[in-house]
């Protein structure tokens, strides 16, 4: 059974532009990991095979098609020459810095131009950069062009922006642009991109373009190049440089030689074998050279001190994790784990401190010595074999041995029963001795870690704190770099990505620095001065605001931009916020249009199959599907023409409403005219005139428009209430069907009497009394009470005239009294008494006047899906039209005799006697 897909292996593909739906189905159908950006592609080419026979693709699928075609490009580690293609994806998200575009194997430049944006004081040199008249030269282009880039690293609204005007200035000594793609060393290509800053920092009048070129001895690049020096003089050594004073001590003829230079160094080599950036920082600083050869030609030991001159703003490290291997005539990375602090001091190494510095490493030699002794056990112990460790050794093999039994014959590893046990007590024996060993070695190194510490206790006044880690991902060849930085006053950790940029984990920082996993460890280190982060956390430095935000731009970095450079951001986020509109329009119109098509369909040709379906009914309510649906009937039964164009609006109101991000439609919202012409525009090149609506509509279709939605809203409400009196009725629960027909009736006769429910109302008026009073008739049926004396006090409030009122009242009375005279009900004629003196009883009254609680839960229940906006295509069933078809049509099935009486009534210009009523009823 595969393990299931690792978190980060899913945010790394995902960062690629693959979907996590994609990634779970290749984890899935691959045998090792190796294969999984092949299976991803592959799937994905299938996955656009299958969109292309589709009118359009959806965003996603394009977004995630694009970043394929060009990793197919580009197929390196890393993946990030990527560039997000939505200008809505390319929005930056408030409170996260701006990224770097990725403009070419420019992973590690992107790190490094990030590190140096957090260097406020660079940064406001640079943005407040002048250039003399009558001057110019590439430099002067590069600072220009850093200028611009820092500009919109400050304020701009974009995810990330474009560096590629800073790469291409970026020249050697002799004005070439540096093939940056094929650079493989940081620090040599950052010393060049620093020389040229510093140049054009501090030209003169007497201008000159020429830069010394000199090999770098101390700190020797991958491919052997040559870097320009940076002058000491220059504001860029003052920021980023530091000044190592040379001590090269060797005997010559009998006599000691002492040789003294000084040299700037960006970064200080550390060699990865010394496990730590302390003993790796002391090797660099000493250095004892056993076979040197001086210029008589004698072999001599020597000594090579690189003091520190002065401790420098930022202190930068290079970990030197790659070598030449002879064996196989290449360059290799080692991934050794390399251990550093989040906090060092460097007074140990400083030139004012070297001898008492030296003293203090000769006392602590010992101490160094006993820990690599340690060293050495720990690894015989957690590499037992040069393989496992020792402890996990023994404890498999306990396991094994306990397996050996009755208990386990299904395991493969059971090989049968045998008794082990002496053998398994003296294995735990072990196993518990050598966590013991463990432990006692680890705290033997910490006791001899302390000391060595406490020596330097008196030599804690220079402190750094750790800014930047440039992180490595790949092979000494090939591979990924992105960075962490810290924002102190945030007290967070961003980790940028090229384009990408989030906030990240302590804990995932230093695991990635520290080498945990294969292949990704720490290559640069970059540390500031604890007074240039005093001096942070003063104030606000960077809230990286957008322009939408409060704040935006109120921080110290926003305070460098002058006039102009703020007017300049203005204007480009202003541009790029008309490209995610128009954008964001143009995505919304294409569904707009096809949610457009599919509801237009939708409505003509379920009118067609729901009108055909009830063409033998000649008592049938609107059909109230949704609300469209509602305007075509209605067209339909009054031949109103003029309702057409209100019909395409209520469609593409309802259309607009399921593809807009905000629900936001035509009515009730706020469409700006920009877009709403944009929208009719596309509809003329879309659709002919049968199909799409005219430009505009009228202020008096407007109004119509409100008035049908507003009777729509109440025709559903009487629908649904009307559907509960009819199940009310067919359940023969007459004395809430007289409550609600009650409540019907009183809002049903201020309709328009042509109105459905007015009809049904004014109908109910006649046939409920005789469905009640007339089902009691016959001599073995039941007299309910009840009902007759609350029918009684409905038939007080006569909310529908008859137009021979007299002759209706007398029917009732007629079929009461033959009740009486069938059942001997003394109480029958107490209730036609007051029928007859239309006598309101308060209490009765009361009871129609009570709605039960269930009807308006019901009533809401079966409304909840007709919402005069938000409608679904899809849904095919029009419950409440089906509820008052289906309900007349059961009516008239259970209740045709009573039926026969209202139609005879309707017919005869003579009252029904009571024999009559028996046979109709019989």
Same mark, same amino acid.
């Given at each position: 059974?595969?393990?299931?897909?690792?978190?980060?292996?899913?945010?790394?593909?995902?960062?690629?532009?693959?979907?996590?739906?994609?990634?779970?189905?290749?984890?899935?159908?691959?045998?090792?990991?190796?294969?999984?950006?092949?299976?991803?592609?592959?799937?994905?080419?299938?996955?656009?095979?299958?969109?292309?026979?589709?009118?359009?693709?959806?965003?996603?699928?394009?977004?995630?098609? *694009?970043?394929?075609?060009?990793?197919?490009?580009?197929?390196?580690?890393?993946?990030?020459?990527?560039?997000?293609?939505?200008?809505?994806?390319?929005?930056?998200?408030?409170?996260?810095?701006?990224?770097?575009?990725?403009?070419?194997?420019? $992973?590690?430049?992107?790190g490094l131009l990030q590190t140096y944006f957090f260097d406020s004081q660079f940064v406001k040199t640079i943005i407040n950069f002048q250039i003399e008249q009558g001057k110019q030269s590439k430099s002067i282009q590069l600072v220009q062009n850093l200028q611009n880039l820092f500009i919109n690293m400050i304020g701009s609204d974009k995810k990330y922006v474009d560096p590629s005007d800073v790469v291409k200035s970026i020249c050697d000594e002799f004005g070439n642009v540096l093939p940056i793609g094929d650079q493989k060393d940081v620090g040599e290509f950052n010393h060049y991109f620093l020389s040229r800053i510093g140049e054009a920092l501090t030209q003169t009048k007497q201008e000159s373009n020429k830069v010394e070129d000199i090999y770098i001895e101390s700190s020797p690049s991958i491919l052997k190049q040559k870097s320009s020096i940076i002058?000491?003089?220059?504001?860029?050594?003052?920021?980023?440089?530091?000044?190592?004073?040379?001590?090269?001590?060797?005997?010559?003829? &009998?006599?000691?030689?002492?040789?003294?230079?000084?040299?700037?160094?960006?970064?200080?080599?550390?060699?990865?074998?010394?496990?730590?950036?302390?003993?790796?920082?002391?090797?660099?600083?000493?250095?004892?050279?056993?076979?040197?050869?001086?210029?008589?030609?004698?072999?001599?030991?020597?000594?090579?001190?690189?003091?520190?001159?002065?401790?420098?703003?930022?202190?930068?490290?290079?970990?030197?994790?790659?070598?030449? $291997?002879?064996?196989?005539?290449?360059?290799?990375?080692?991934?050794?784990?390399?251990?550093?602090?989040?906090?060092?001091?460097?007074?140990?190494?400083?030139?004012?401190?070297?001898?008492?510095?030296?003293?203090?490493?000769?006392?602590?030699?010992?101490?160094?010595?006993?820990?690599?002794?340690?060293?050495?056990?720990?690894?015989?112990?957690?590499?037992?074999?040069?393989?496992?460790?020792?402890?996990?050794?023994?404890?498999?093999?306990?396991?094994?041995?306990?397996?050996?039994?009755?208990?386990?014959?299904?395991?493969? *590893?059971?090989?049968?029963?045998?008794?082990?046990?002496?053998?398994?007590?003296?294995?735990?024996?072990?196993?518990?001795?050598?966590?013991?060993?463990?432990?006692?070695?680890?705290?033997?190194?910490?006791?001899?870690?302390?000391?060595?510490?406490?020596?330097?206790?008196?030599?804690?006044?220079?402190?750094?704190?750790?800014?930047?880690?440039?992180?490595?991902?790949?092979?000494?060849?090939?591979?990924?770099?992105?960075?962490?930085?810290?924002?102190?006053?945030?007290?967070?950790?961003?980790?940028?990505?090229?384009?990408?940029?989030?906030?990240?984990?302590?804990?995932?920082?230093?695991?990635?620095?520290?080498?945990?996993?294969?292949?990704?460890?720490?290559?640069?280190?970059?540390?500031?001065?604890?007074?240039?982060?005093?001096?942070?956390?003063?104030?606000?430095?960077?809230?990286?605001?957008?322009?939408?935000?409060?704040?935006?731009?109120?921080?110290?970095?926003?305070?460098?931009?002058?006039?102009?450079?703020?007017?300049?951001?203005?204007?480009?986020?202003?541009?790029?916020?008309?490209?995610?509109?128009?954008?964001?329009?143009?995505?919304?119109?294409?569904?707009?249009?096809?949610?457009?098509?599919?509801?237009?369909?939708?409505?003509?040709?379920?009118?067609?199959?729901?009108?055909?379906?009830?063409?033998?009914?000649?008592?049938?309510?609107?059909?109230?599907?949704?609300?469209?649906?509602?305007?075509?009937?209605?067209?339909?039964?009054?031949?109103?023409? $003029?309702?057409?164009?209100?019909?395409?609006?209520?469609?593409?109101?309802?259309?607009?409403?399921?593809?807009?991000?905000?629900?936001? &439609?035509?009515?009730?919202?706020?469409?700006?005219?920009?877009?709403?012409?944009?929208?009719?525009?596309?509809?003329?090149?879309?659709?002919?005139?049968?199909?799409?609506?005219?430009?505009?509509?009228?202020?008096?279709?407007?109004?119509?428009?409100?008035?049908?939605?507003?009777?729509?809203?109440?025709?559903? *409400?009487?629908?649904?209430?009307?559907?509960?009196?009819?199940?009310?009725?067919?359940?023969?629960?007459?004395?809430?069907?007289?409550?609600?027909?009650?409540?019907?009736?009183?809002?049903?006769?201020?309709?328009?009497?042509?109105?459905?429910?007015?009809?049904?109302?004014?109908?109910?008026?006649?046939?409920?009394?005789?469905?009640?009073?007339?089902?009691?008739?016959?001599?073995?049926?039941?007299?309910?009470?009840?009902?007759?004396?609350?029918?009684?006090?409905?038939?007080?409030?006569?909310?529908?005239?008859?137009?021979?009122?007299?002759?209706?009242?007398?029917?009732?009375?007629?079929?009461?009294?033959?009740?009486?005279?069938?059942?001997?009900?003394?109480?029958?004629?107490?209730?036609?008494?007051?029928?007859?003196?239309?006598?309101?009883?308060?209490?009765?009254? &009361?009871?129609?006047?009570?709605?039960?609680?269930?009807?308006?839960?019901?009533?809401?229940?079966?409304?909840?899906?007709?919402?005069?906006?938000?409608?679904?295509?899809?849904?095919?069933?029009?419950?409440?039209?089906?509820?008052?078809?289906?309900?007349?049509?059961?009516?008239?099935?259970?209740?045709?005799?009573?039926?026969?009486?209202?139609?005879?009534?309707?017919?005869?210009?003579?009252?029904?006697?009571?024999?009559?009523?028996?046979?109709?009823? $019989?």
């Open positions: 059974m595969k393990t299931q897909i690792q978190k980060e292996l899913i945010d790394q593909y995902v960062q690629m532009g693959f979907s996590v739906e994609l990634i779970h189905m290749a984890w899935e159908v691959i045998n090792t990991e190796s294969e999984m950006m092949d299976t991803l592609i592959s799937l994905s080419n299938q996955n656009q095979q299958m969109q292309q026979t589709s009118n359009k693709q959806d965003e996603e699928i394009q977004l995630t098609q *694009a970043l394929l075609d060009s990793y197919k490009t580009n197929q390196q580690t890393g993946s990030q020459q990527f560039e997000i293609i939505s200008p809505e994806q390319r929005k930056r998200v408030d409170g996260i810095p701006c990224g770097l575009k990725n403009v070419g194997n420019t $992973c590690y430049f992107n002058h000491d003089e220059d504001i860029v050594s003052k920021l980023f440089m530091c000044k190592v004073f040379h001590q090269f001590q060797f005997e010559q003829g &009998g006599n000691q030689q002492i040789r003294e230079s000084t040299e700037l160094f960006n970064y200080i080599p550390l060699d990865l074998k010394d496990g730590n950036l302390y003993d790796s920082f002391d090797n660099f600083v000493v250095n004892n050279i056993d076979d040197f050869k001086n210029d008589l030609n004698e072999t001599v030991q020597a000594v090579k001190y690189n003091w520190i001159h002065q401790p420098p703003q930022k202190l930068s490290f290079q970990i030197q994790r790659v070598i030449y $291997c002879k064996d196989k005539n290449d360059l290799i990375k080692q991934n050794d784990e390399f251990i550093f602090d989040e906090e060092i001091y460097l007074d140990r190494f400083l030139m004012e401190n070297s001898q008492k510095y030296l003293e203090t490493r000769i006392q602590n030699k010992e101490f160094k010595s006993k820990q690599k002794q340690i060293k050495l056990s720990q690894q015989q112990l957690t590499k037992f074999n040069e393989q496992h460790d020792l402890q996990d050794v023994l404890t498999n093999a306990i396991k094994f041995l306990e397996m050996q039994n009755q208990q386990n014959i299904d395991h493969a *590893a059971n090989f049968g029963q045998s008794d082990q046990q002496p053998v398994i007590d003296q294995l735990q024996q072990y196993n518990q001795k050598v966590q013991r060993k463990k432990q006692l070695l680890q705290n033997q190194y910490d006791d001899l870690e302390k000391k060595i510490q406490a020596s330097y206790n008196d030599l804690k006044k220079h402190k750094y704190l750790l800014q930047s880690i440039l992180i490595h991902d790949g092979q000494a060849n090939s591979g990924h770099y992105y960075t962490y930085i810290k924002d102190f006053r945030l007290e967070t950790w961003f980790k940028f990505n090229d384009i990408h940029v989030c906030v990240e984990t302590k804990e995932k920082v230093f695991q990635d620095a520290f080498g945990m996993k294969t292949g990704v460890n720490a290559y640069l280190l970059i540390y500031t001065r604890i007074d240039i982060v005093k001096q942070e956390l003063e104030s606000p430095m960077r809230k990286y605001r957008i322009s939408s935000e409060q704040g935006y731009l109120n921080d110290k970095y926003g305070s460098f931009l002058n006039y102009i450079q703020r007017e300049q951001l203005a204007k480009e986020n202003q541009l790029f916020q008309n490209e995610i509109e128009d954008y964001k329009f143009s995505r919304i119109i294409e569904k707009l249009i096809e949610s457009y098509q599919i509801r237009f369909q939708f409505i003509n040709e379920q009118y067609r199959i729901i009108s055909n379906s009830v063409q033998q009914e000649v008592y049938k309510p609107l059909i109230t599907l949704n609300f469209p649906m509602f305007i075509k009937s209605k067209m339909v039964v009054l031949g109103k023409d $003029c309702y057409d164009n209100i019909l395409k609006w209520a469609i593409l109101d309802s259309a607009l409403r399921d593809v807009n991000q905000d629900k936001q &439609g035509f009515f009730g919202g706020y469409i700006s005219e920009k877009f709403q012409n944009q929208i009719m525009n596309r509809f003329k090149a879309q659709f002919n005139e049968f199909k799409r609506p005219t430009e505009f509509l009228s202020l008096e279709e407007q109004n119509e428009l409100h008035r049908l939605s507003q009777e729509y809203i109440q025709y559903v *409400a009487m629908a649904s209430l009307a559907s509960i009196l009819l199940d009310l009725i067919l359940k023969r629960n007459f004395s809430n069907v007289l409550s609600v027909l009650h409540h019907f009736s009183k809002i049903a006769k201020q309709l328009d009497m042509h109105n459905y429910f007015y009809k049904m109302a004014s109908n109910f008026q006649k046939l409920i009394p005789i469905i009640i009073i007339c089902k009691m008739i016959p001599i073995q049926a039941d007299v309910n009470l009840q009902e007759l004396e609350l029918l009684q006090a409905y038939l007080t409030f006569q909310h529908f005239q008859d137009d021979n009122q007299n002759f209706w009242e007398t029917q009732i009375s007629i079929m009461m009294n033959a009740v009486h005279e069938n059942h001997y009900e003394p109480q029958v004629q107490v209730i036609i008494t007051k029928l007859e003196n239309n006598v309101q009883d308060p209490n009765l009254i &009361g009871l129609l006047e009570m709605i039960n609680d269930d009807v308006g839960i019901q009533q809401a229940a079966l409304s909840v899906n007709y919402d005069v906006h938000y409608w679904n295509p899809n849904m095919k069933q029009d419950i409440l039209f089906d509820k008052l078809i289906s309900g007349w049509k059961d009516l008239k099935t259970q209740f045709n005799p009573f039926i026969k009486i209202q139609k005879a009534l309707k017919q005869s210009i003579h009252l029904l006697m009571k024999q009559e009523l028996e046979n109709l009823i $019989c």
